[in-house]
């Protein structure tokens, strides 16, 4: 039987997703240091990687974790990385309870055409109540309404890169014909909370629909993700639990009539990759040691949604009620402290060392044991890597443990396609006003 090909993607936090990785003499610092950042695109498409991922926040938090300061507004950063890689995906985070769908729809689509169609886009709500006070938007919506809006948002943005059909750009100098207006389509849209008339002022964009990512793994997430995305980034701590959420996930998608095998599961893995077992130990026994409390208790706060730094460190986890914030990272990191008895400080560490992902540490051969069977074994399609600091971590990867994958048979050789939907295997226009016209 052939093996399951997985997918990699790299969530490129600067200066790293472990909260003390910058502190490191070898790791880079500045999120806005563009040199860095076409380095670790450039390493990233060297290893034939599917995407790079950023991130983004709303809001200056000192305390937080310093990625989240200092850092480029994503969709311009992709943009300028288009211009120094040739395949590798390109996907920027956009929340939709603070933006418009007729910009986001706008920009990434341009994203698409500058790169030669390896654009995507990270569908957020947005987790932190305090960003609301950034924009003219009022209050903060509640969990559930805030995807209510996304669903209503990705609709509208999906109706706009559907307005032009192929073939409208006709420029046709001796006809003196610029456009062929019978296939550009206004959308015309009236909804609960928008009202949009398009289309675009651009052609459609070479993916035909960019690819759409989505980060939230809650009820009102998954049910998003199962009817509209391609990519969904969830946080999976353990084996087992990662198989029952890709079974109950790709049930969900068949629900909504699509290719389960379309839409592909990406959790994330912080890898400390080391020449031994013990050298990978250390790299990351040395960043713990280095975390600063405060900065460890707002990243854990935020996780679960409470602060929690009135507790004692050695006591147990305590009872805490569901948030306005992330809720599928709390429900996942408190269900393990119950299950496993652990303290306060047990979590503290886990957030720290890699925001509340997956951690492995090993060989470059060990790395791969853990991703071949988690991929073998249908708990993942692939995996989202979470490097704890840069370059050197994700330099490693692709040395080491891409080289390793490729020979088992489990990890590409070489792009197949110049598309990010080719990377996915998702590669096919398709244009929903033509499917639902037909149907």
């Not at 880079?28 to 076409?38: D, I, K």
């Given at each position: 039987m052939s093996k399951?090909?997985?997918?990699?993607?790299?969530?490129?936090?600067?200066?790293?997703?472990?909260?003390?990785?910058?502190?490191?003499?070898?790791?880079?610092?500045?999120?806005?240091?563009?040199?860095?950042?076409?380095?670790?695109a450039r390493t990233a498409e060297k290893g034939h990687l599917d995407f790079i991922f950023f991130a983004d926040s709303y809001g200056y938090r000192p305390d937080g974790h310093p990625a989240m300061n200092a850092r480029f507004e994503p969709t311009t950063l992709i943009s300028a990385l288009a211009m120094s890689t040739s395949h590798v995906g390109l996907a920027a985070t956009v929340c939709t309870t603070y933006s418009e769908p007729f910009t986001v729809a706008r920009a990434v689509a341009s994203v698409d055409h500058l790169s030669g169609g390896r654009a995507a886009w990270n569908v957020v709500t947005g987790s932190v109540a305090a960003d609301a006070g950034n924009f003219n938007k009022g209050s903060y919506p509640e969990h559930d309404q805030r995807y209510e809006i996304a669903e209503e948002f990705v609709d509208v943005v999906r109706g706009l890169w559907d307005g032009w059909e192929e073939g409208a750009l006709v420029a046709d100098k001796a006809s003196g014909q610029y456009l062929d207006t019978t296939r550009i389509h206004p959308l015309?849209?009236?909804?609960?909370?928008?009202?949009?008339?398009?289309?675009?002022?651009?052609?459609?964009?070479?993916?035909?629909?960019?690819?759409?990512?989505?980060?939230?793994?809650?009820?009102?997430?998954?049910?998003?993700?199962?009817?509209?995305?391609?990519?969904?980034?969830?946080?999976?701590?353990e084996k087992a639990a990662?198989?029952?959420?890709?079974?109950?996930?790709?049930?969900?998608?068949?629900?909504?009539?699509?290719?389960?095998?379309?839409?592909?599961?990406?959790?994330?893995?912080?890898?400390?990759v080391g020449r031994t077992r013990q050298e990978a130990r250390d790299q990351l026994a040395a960043l713990q040691?280095?975390?600063?409390?405060?900065?460890?208790?707002?990243?854990?706060?935020?996780?679960?949604?409470?602060?929690?730094?009135?507790?004692?460190?050695?006591?147990?986890?305590?009872?805490?009620?569901?948030?306005?914030?992330?809720?599928?990272?709390?429900?996942?990191?408190?269900?393990?402290?119950?299950?496993?008895?652990?303290?306060?400080?047990?979590?503290?560490?886990?957030?720290?060392?890699?925001?509340?992902?997956?951690?492995?540490?090993?060989?470059?051969?060990?790395?791969?044991?853990?991703?071949?069977?988690?991929?073998?074994?249908?708990?993942?399609?692939?995996?989202?890597?979470?490097?704890?600091?840069?370059?050197?971590?994700?330099?490693?990867?692709?040395?080491?443990?891409?080289?390793?994958?490729?020979?088992?048979?489990?990890?590409?050789a070489d792009y197949n396609g110049p598309t990010l939907r080719h990377h996915l295997g998702i590669a096919g226009k398709f244009d929903r006003r033509e499917l639902a016209a037909n149907s």
């Open positions: 399951r090909m997985m997918h990699l993607g790299v969530y490129v936090q600067i200066p790293g997703n472990h909260i003390s990785g910058w502190r490191r003499d070898d790791a880079a610092v500045g999120g806005t240091n563009l040199p860095l950042l076409q380095g670790i015309n849209h009236s909804g609960r909370f928008y009202s949009v008339r398009g289309p675009l002022n651009m052609p459609r964009p070479p993916q035909g629909n960019p690819v759409i990512i989505q980060a939230g793994s809650s009820g009102p997430g998954q049910a998003l993700a199962a009817r509209t995305a391609d990519v969904i980034f969830t946080a999976q701590l990662a198989q029952q959420f890709y079974a109950g996930f790709k049930s969900r998608v068949r629900e909504f009539g699509r290719d389960a095998d379309n839409v592909k599961l990406l959790p994330g893995l912080v890898p400390y040691d280095q975390a600063e409390p405060s900065q460890a208790f707002a990243v854990l706060a935020h996780r679960l949604g409470h602060d929690v730094s009135g507790y004692p460190l050695d006591g147990p986890v305590p009872d805490l009620p569901k948030s306005n914030g992330l809720q599928y990272n709390a429900t996942v990191l408190l269900q393990m402290a119950r299950r496993d008895g652990l303290t306060l400080r047990d979590l503290y560490h886990l957030v720290v060392s890699g925001t509340g992902m997956n951690v492995v540490c090993g060989t470059p051969s060990d790395i791969a044991d853990l991703m071949e069977e988690w991929v073998t074994e249908r708990a993942a399609d692939g995996f989202i890597l979470m490097p704890p600091w840069y370059p050197g971590p994700l330099e490693m990867f692709v040395a080491e443990v891409v080289p390793e994958l490729t020979r088992r048979g489990l990890f590409r």
